[in-house]
């Protein structure tokens, strides 16, 4: 046990280490950053596999050694608690020395004493053994069986841990309005945070966005951010509807799926002449705001790009979901909060040359040249040649001629997918965990014997014990009992 409770400890610390470092898992640009600001002590992190405290090979060798310690001192233990709860009560020679002892005679048979004797202890819940004129009774031994399950509990909850986080997977998906996300590899919204045990198996359900909702009070301070969603089964058919909320995830085919974040998603279409080029959502994220601006007052950022047109077009995007909030910064020079959509703009500028970022939200212009800028309105088309603008069906495309219209605004949200098998093992081993600590909390093991002994005036009850936790409670109990065990054996004689 006490190799045990070191490997905790260096468990315990190495989860500190974990949490204090960067993790490469959970945030690889803070790792990249970290390793820029500090390239000695980033080096040094990383051979000695800081910045991935719990994929390490010695996390894991800490625990699989934790597990093997903990399973080499219960076994035993187990062993020895079950030859105990199988042995009766043992008798002992002599009784007078123990630390609680009382004689008490009574007026009536020994063998009258001893069976009323054995009725009361039993009916405090001794464990009784019987011989000729001699009781061995004893009490609590529901406090080792406690002990024991709650340190098998222990293990369970390690195993339920490594099965689940080993075996499961995490991953952003981005689901705009009116859209569908299924649950594979190539959909999920960045990198996916795999288990080192885990086999690829995706589920195919599939995440309908029907609306996204998100309220704020007048100060800005955010009120409710809930996704309506549509649950499909793998064929497509559905299997329910739920409303995501932070802290109250949707659960589908083992799947538990949480509000993570949101934005907005302006449809941008692309045409040169009646040619149709470019016609989807894209998603748009945010700077992040200097001190004493809040994130509500900042624009949105996004980028289109077209390889197909020329040598690559590629157009910076701009959002003021509230073109009002925009011109009221500009008026008074303080930022002002855009909480809903109103009358939304889009600043745009365009790039001519090759497109090198591989990324869908980023654009390298740095071997690009500018070509042209303008603003963009919703229900409005712009000429990209000269960034002028029209109002939609009011002037014709003419052949050849590239346009970009902005026909409709729409929120997304980002759901944090996660699989962790191992949840119902970690809740029963929690719930065991209680279980046992109530036997430690609320018994203590005593050892009582009694010997009944004729005399010329009647019967000598010999009363002896002792306890193995809560001794000085113990004294009174002793005290009580004793009485009890008189007053059961018939009419008082005397008493030493």
Not at 273 to 292: H, M
Request: charged share 20%; with cysteine.
């Amino acid at each position: 046990m006490r190799t045990a409770l070191v490997l905790l400890l260096l468990l315990a610390l190495a989860s500190v280490v974990g949490s204090l470092v960067p993790q490469g898992p959970n945030s690889p640009e803070r790792v990249a950053r970290f390793q820029v600001d500090h390239p000695l002590l980033g080096d040094f992190y990383r051979h000695a596999g800081f910045f991935d405290v719990f994929g390490s090979w010695w996390f894991v060798l800490i625990t699989t050694l934790l597990v093997i310690s903990l399973v080499l001192c219960l076994v035993p233990r187990t062993r020895a608690a079950i030859r105990g709860l199988r042995q009766r009560p043992v008798q002992a020679r002599e009784i007078d020395g123990f630390p609680q002892y009382s004689e008490r005679t009574v007026a009536t048979r020994p063998e009258l004493a001893i069976a009323s004797s054995q009725k009361v202890l039993r009916r405090r819940m001794f464990r009784v053994s019987r011989a000729e004129g001699v009781l061995a009774a004893e009490k609590g031994t529901l406090r080792e069986v406690g002990s024991l399950l709650f340190h098998w509990s222990f293990l369970l909850l390690l195993v339920g841990v490594i099965y689940g986080k080993g075996t499961g997977f995490t991953g952003k998906a981005l689901v705009v309005e009116g859209e569908t996300w299924t649950d594979g590899a190539a959909n999920y919204d960045g990198t996916v945070r795999e288990g080192r045990f885990f086999s690829g198996d995706f589920t195919g359900v599939g995440v309908r966005l029907l609306d996204f909702e998100d309220t704020y009070r007048r100060t800005g301070q955010p009120m409710d951010f809930v996704s309506h969603v549509d649950l499909l089964e793998p064929d497509g058919s559905l299997a329910g509807r739920a409303d995501i909320r932070v802290n109250h995830p949707a659960e589908i085919d083992g799947l538990s799926i949480y509000q993570y974040g949101f934005g907005w998603a302006p449809v941008v279409e692309v045409r040169e002449g009646d040619r149709l080029l470019y016609s989807a959502p894209a998603p748009f994220g945010q700077l992040s705001p200097p001190a004493g601006v809040p994130q509500l007052a900042l624009p949105w950022n996004g980028v289109v790009k077209l390889p197909s047109v020329g040598e690559g077009l590629g157009i910076q995007l701009v959002l003021w979901p509230d073109s009002s909030a925009y011109l009221q910064s500009l008026e008074t020079g303080r930022p002002v909060l855009m909480t809903q959509a109103n009358h939304p703009i889009m600043f745009f500028t365009t790039w001519r040359g090759p497109l090198l970022d591989p990324s869908p939200r980023s654009l390298d212009i740095s071997v690009m040249r500018r070509w042209t800028t303008g603003t963009i309105g919703q229900g409005t088309t712009c000429d990209l040649a000269t960034g002028k603008c029209w109002e939609d069906g009011t002037r014709p495309v003419g052949p050849g001629e590239l346009t970009m219209s902005f026909p409709a605004l729409r929120q997304y949200s980002v759901l944090q997918v996660s699989r962790d098998r191992g949840v119902p093992i970690v809740l029963a081993a929690a719930i065991l965990l209680l279980l046992g600590l109530l036997p430690a909390l609320y018994t203590s093991r005593r050892k009582v014997w009694v010997r009944a002994e004729a005399n010329g005036e009647g019967t000598v009850l010999k009363v002896g014990g002792f306890a193995l936790q809560r001794k000085s409670q113990f004294e009174e109990e002793f005290s009580k009992l004793v009485d009890e065990l008189e007053r059961a054996s018939g009419e008082k004689v005397g008493t030493r």
